[in-house]
């Protein structure tokens, strides 16, 4: 959901053949109850415990919904499969490939589409935030993006796949004005604007304008 592909998910195993078959709509494959909450869980995906439900394997839906089939793999196996072997799977073109080349690219093959946000970190978060964002960029139509804090929490090895993935962007006509703090983007920056002197009414002031290696 974090990703913003959740509903395409969905939506493309409603209208399989399956699906279809069944009488089922997008809204019955959302973990809530009335809807396609597991029965155990309701949806929580988590047992008395704060364990992964053993009925839905820490999914949040029915067991019958898990089985319904697309492209010969179960929605259980489409949310369970690592992305880095999912983005194999998945057609050429469209939103949900794009949105998982590019947490790929951030670092984030190894999740799954099932994992809850809330079990995420806050730079596995943030990383999702810019992959959603960042999903919407196509070769041959340029766009300006505006990032705030990208790289905010992130070590340097995983700042360094930001940075990779925005400068592959640039290069296909993309620009970023970007809002950051960590020094490993700063220093990677085309050009660099700090703004000061002090935060609120003391801030505001055009202090530097120039190359990173000019003040960093």
Same mark, same amino acid.
């Given at each position: 959901?974090?990703?913003?592909?959740?509903?395409?998910?969905?939506?493309?195993?409603?209208?399989?053949?399956?699906?279809?078959?069944?009488?089922?709509?997008?809204?019955?494959?959302?973990?809530?109850?009335?809807?396609?909450?597991?029965?155990?869980?309701?949806?929580?995906?988590?047992?008395?415990?704060?364990?992964?439900?053993?009925?839905?394997?820490? %999914? #949040? @839906?029915?067991?019958?919904? $898990?089985?319904? &089939?697309? !492209?010969?793999? *179960? +929605?259980? =196996?489409?949310?369970?499969?690592?992305?880095?072997?999912?983005?194999?799977?998945?057609?050429?073109?469209?939103?949900?490939?794009?949105?998982?080349?590019?947490?790929?690219? %951030? #670092? @984030?093959?190894?999740?799954? $589409?099932?994992? &809850?946000? !809330?079990?995420? *970190? +806050?730079? =596995?978060?943030?990383?999702?935030?810019?992959?959603?964002?960042?999903?919407?960029?196509?070769?041959?139509?340029?766009?300006?993006?505006?990032?705030?804090?990208?790289?905010?929490?992130?070590?340097?090895?995983?700042?360094?796949?930001?940075?990779?993935?925005?400068? *592959? +962007?640039?290069?296909?006509?993309?620009?970023?004005?970007?809002?950051?703090?960590?020094?490993?983007?700063?220093?990677?920056?085309?050009?660099?604007?700090?703004?000061?002197?002090?935060?609120?009414?003391?801030?505001?002031?055009?202090?530097?304008?120039?190359?990173?290696?000019?003040?960093?």
């Amino acid at each position: 959901t974090l990703a913003g592909v959740w509903s395409e998910v969905r939506t493309a195993f409603a209208e399989s053949e399956e699906g279809r078959i069944r009488g089922l709509s997008a809204s019955a494959l959302v973990a809530r109850p009335g809807q396609g909450a597991c029965h155990t869980c309701g949806g929580r995906a988590l047992d008395s415990h704060h364990l992964p439900c053993t009925d839905c394997l820490g %999914l #949040g @839906l029915r067991a019958d919904l $898990l089985e319904l &089939r697309l !492209r010969n793999r *179960s +929605l259980q =196996e489409w949310l369970s499969t690592p992305l880095d072997r999912l983005e194999k799977r998945l057609p050429g073109r469209g939103r949900l490939r794009m949105t998982v080349k590019m947490l790929i690219a %951030l #670092g @984030l093959g190894g999740r799954t $589409l099932g994992e &809850r946000g !809330r079990f995420l *970190s +806050l730079g =596995e978060r943030g990383r999702i935030a810019l992959a959603r964002a960042l999903s919407k960029a196509r070769p041959g139509f340029p766009k300006l993006f505006l990032l705030d804090e990208p790289c905010l929490g992130l070590p340097v090895t995983e700042a360094r796949r930001v940075v990779e993935l925005l400068r *592959s +962007l640039c290069k296909e006509g993309h620009s970023f004005w970007v809002v950051e703090h960590h020094e490993y983007l700063l220093r990677s920056a085309d050009w660099m604007l700090e703004i000061g002197p002090s935060a609120g009414v003391d801030g505001g002031q055009l202090v530097f304008e120039g190359l990173p290696e000019q003040v960093i």
